[in-house]
């Protein structure tokens, strides 16, 4: 079984910074793609940024210059460094992992539950 545990959400002022956390664990055997999605109250979850095993990554136009994906193959944790955030960013932010649980199993989509980043003005 596998697990996604998101930490590092909370409370900012407008112009602050967060990092995010997303520890995978469980039966592993290789993750490839980590990303950070997020959804604010009634709008649809959209892609805030993703990284491959091998450290390209891409972002939304919304958070570039401002967002930093990072991850650590060898802790399987994937960070999101968030500067400058603004009211707009505030949103429950979610992890993904593509995971492989054995040599031999295709990939499968793992989330975590969720942090809630919220930003003050």
């Known amino acids: 079984q596998v697990q996604l545990v998101e930490s590092g959400g909370g409370l900012v002022q407008d112009g602050g910074s967060l990092r995010l956390s997303c520890a995978a664990s469980g039966s592993i055997f290789v993750i490839s793609d980590m990303g950070w999605y997020r959804q604010a109250p009634g709008n649809q979850r959209e892609l805030v940024a993703v990284?491959?095993?091998?450290?390209?990554?891409n972002y939304a136009d919304s958070v570039k210059g401002r967002f930093t994906i990072s991850r650590d193959n060898a802790k399987n944790t994937v960070y999101l460094q968030m500067n400058s955030l603004k009211a707009e960013d505030a949103a429950v932010y979610s992890c993904n992992a593509r995971i492989r649980i054995t040599k031999w199993s295709r990939e499968n989509d793992f989330w975590g539950p969720g942090t809630q980043v919220t930003v003050s003005s």
């Open positions: 990284i491959t095993r091998g450290g390209s990554t």
